[in-house]
């Protein structure tokens, strides 16, 4: 099966930080860029960040400097480094793989919740 399954997600204060995961399945991992979205309640699912299977990154601009998106090709897995958490980081995070079967694949998502 061709997949992706997020994992990392949860409750953080404010100022804190996650480091989301996502690893796939059934493509060849190393091969393809990958991507983080997330959805913030009420508004349309928005671009976080991606990279290319070398590693170059690219982000939301109001995103740079607090999150960092990597991959270990031998783990089959993506992460994004949240630090710096905002409240209106709340979101669903969605993993992708943009050039999977046409329009890309997605992960099933992992809640991020930042409160006080």
């Known amino acids: 099966q061709v997949q992706l399954v997020e994992s990392g997600g949860g409750l953080v204060q404010p100022g804190g930080s996650l480091r989301l995961s996502c690893t796939a399945s059934?493509?060849?991992?190393?091969?393809?860029?990958m991507a983080w979205y997330r959805q913030i309640p009420g508004k349309e699912r928005e671009f976080v960040a991606s990279?290319?299977?070398?590693?170059?990154?690219n982000y939301l601009d109001s995103l740079k400097g607090r999150f960092t998106i990597s991959r270990d090709n031998a783990r089959n897995t993506v992460y994004l480094q949240m630090n710096s958490l905002k409240p209106e980081d709340t979101a669903v995070y969605y993993c992708n793989a943009p050039e999977i079967r046409g329009r890309g694949i997605w992960g099933q998502g992992t809640q991020v919740t930042v409160s006080s």
């Open positions: 059934g493509i060849i991992f190393s091969f393809n860029a």
């Open positions: 990279i290319t299977p070398g590693g170059s990154a």
